[in-house]
């Protein structure tokens, strides 16, 4: 079974750059190039059987901005390495 699991937010791929550009604390190098043709504008996940399951297991949703979530991911792989570099 598989269980897509997304924030709900939108968001451009520039607003993410733009976030993880604040998580590192320099803004990340892009290229843009031309659109393909029938490229697609937008990607969204369907979460709604995850949103089914917090509901049947009366489980309360919880979310935080991606720029929080990336910057907790950030710094946890960060100790993780230091902590495998010293032993």
Same mark, same amino acid.
């Given at each position: @079974?598989? !269980? +897509? !699991? ?6 451009? +791929?520039?607003? !993410?750059? #733009? !976030? ?5 604390? &320099?803004?990340?190098?892009? /290229?843009?190039? /031309? %659109?393909?043709?029938?490229? %697609?504008?937008a990607y969204r996940l369907d979460c709604s059987k995850l949103h089914y399951y917090f509901e049947r297991w009366g489980w309360n949703e919880v979310f935080n901005p991606l720029?929080? $979530? ?6 946890? @792989?960060? /100790? &993780? /390495? #230091? $902590?495998?570099? %010293?032993?």
């Amino acid at each position: @079974e598989t !269980i +897509n !699991i997304g924030t709900g937010q939108l968001l451009t +791929n520039n607003a !993410i750059l #733009k !976030i993880i550009g604040g998580v590192l604390g &320099k803004p990340v190098e892009q /290229e843009f190039v /031309e %659109d393909r043709a029938g490229h %697609d504008r937008a990607y969204r996940l369907d979460c709604s059987k995850l949103h089914y399951y917090f509901e049947r297991w009366g489980w309360n949703e919880v979310f935080n901005p991606l720029g929080t $979530s990336l910057e907790e991911y950030f710094y946890y @792989e960060l /100790e &993780k /390495e #230091k $902590s495998t570099a %010293d032993r």
